[in-house]
């Protein structure tokens, strides 16, 4: 195995990563974050596993991003702005530093796009499938939640649907379309656009499950025109039953929101309403509900 | 495999531990964190691999509250107080409900013994090793960082060294000392005891290498008086070498830290001197030093 020990590798392929607000942090127990003034601290976690998550095969720097990305998707649904993040990296022996150089060279992009920095984090050895965490840390002026839809509003996109499900099939050879590939490794977290919404989430279930993730939190049923949801050109490329896949495929990391019809001039796509009641309908051209076999992918 | 999805999971096991600040906060893509007025947040993380960190046939509740009680014990080493915590579980197959069920029955016990609560995390499948994380929030007046020993101050343990190193060889069968034993199961964070130090850490790789930390962040050396070091009475019992052992054994979870003479009031206990220079020296009851092989555990 050609890898140093923790420290050896916290210094050579992290300690770059502690850019800002992280400087001096790696070397003590806890990390200290403050919000700035006047915002609100949120925080979020996801772990990822080999051949669960991702592919182990994939190349590092992209496996990297996706994994910081699929966190500030969670932040951005809350309206929050990205502050920093730790990293918990369960590391199998085939790990070696070119592996290393290649994931942290990836977070580093991003730390660069995104405007955030390491802070901290946990590297052990495992005698099993490579385990990737990051907590990632934001701040929000008004936190949003997914407890506030109210019926009469409309229910919002932020982009087209359908593109992570169908680009994990390109990334697994079902077809070749490097866009949609690309938009599977890399996700664009919507920072901005929750602003103003009552509710929020991520598409990260599918588009039905989740906005279903809405109304019980919310004690509201939703209606869903399924001609209005937007699909990209290489999606609607796919045919007819792409439209319905692309409502219950996850991996999306679009945004899902409701807010009253004033916000219907943002960049945000309405896609139905919050009525009273409970549950999801999706209506087809005329009117009539479309029945779902699936109400979203779960990935546990 | 009797195991729920992540939803049930989540809701059946795991939701009541969310028991104060982390109410609704599970039902959410990011949790609100917010630290007591004039105090700052500080963050910690611990990642803990199944036959690397802890046996997998360990009861479940001792490895919840082991896990726990390691993060905690760092945020004690930065003088903070526990707020709240998120836990990220990768479960292998043969974890089941029973399993769970003990796992969390552990975090709720010491969630009441140190007041804080469950604020979010992430549950998914692994085909590896049983990977548990732990990502602990606190609150410190004035978080107390490995940098700020000075030459001349004093060198403090917070208790017995040496019980974490022995207890494991006890939870290995190597000899039947049940309170050892459970001291490694159930290290007692310190809480309270770094405020006013100007640095500390806690006792994870082994005495001396712990201030060997302190020293290289503080830019200092510091002397180490051999028979000043603590140890309970079951490790002074395993003979003359236990002593030295005590001293590079990691897995403790006393805090060594540094402060001025006025604090040899306090019940931490003195051990040693920071001087001018670098690195750790132990010097023997005739004031030779002592030759060390080992500068500490190193669990990577």
Chains 1, 2 share one sequence.
Not at 265 to 273: E, L
């Amino acid at each position: 195995m050609s890898r140093s020990g923790e420290f050896e590798l916290i210094h050579h392929f992290l300690a770059p990563l502690a850019t800002t607000v992280g400087a001096g942090n790696l070397k003590d127990d806890a990390a200290l974050i403050d919000p700035p003034a006047g915002r609100q601290l949120v925080v979020t976690t996801d772990s990822m596993v080999e051949n669960v998550h991702f592919l182990g095969d994939g190349p590092p720097s992209l496996i990297a991003r996706r994994l910081l990305r699929c966190n500030l998707s969670d932040l951005a649904a809350m309206a929050a702005q990205p502050e920093g993040y730790l990293l918990n990296l369960a590391l199998p022996e085939w790990i070696d530093d070119a592996w290393l150089e290649g994931f942290a060279a990836g977070l580093a992009a991003d730390q660069e796009e995104f405007g955030l920095s390491l802070i901290g984090g946990d590297t052990v050895a495992t005698p099993g499938a490579l385990t990737l965490t990051i907590t990632a840390f934001g701040s929000a002026a008004t936190p949003v939640r997914r407890s506030g839809a109210k019926p009469g509003e409309r229910v919002f996109v932020t982009g087209p649907v359908g593109d992570g499900c169908f680009g994990l099939k390109a990334v697994r050879g079902a077809f070749d379309v490097p866009r949609l590939a690309e938009r599977y490794w890399l996700p664009s977290p919507r920072f901005g656009r929750a602003e103003g919404a009552t509710a929020a989430t991520d598409i990260s279930d599918g588009l039905v499950a989740d906005l279903g993730h809405i109304c019980r939190a919310s004690g509201v049923g939703a209606v869903i025109d399924l001609h209005a949801v937007p699909l990209s050109p290489e999606v609607a490329a796919l045919g007819k039953d792409a439209r319905l896949e692309a409502l219950t495929g996850g991996d999306d990391y679009e945004l899902v929101l409701t807010a009253p019809d004033s916000m219907a001039n943002s960049t945000n796509i309405p896609v139905g309403r919050i009525v009273p009641g409970e549950g999801v309908t999706v209506l087809d051209a005329a009117g009539h509900p479309v029945p779902l076999t699936r109400q979203g992918y779960r990935h546990d």
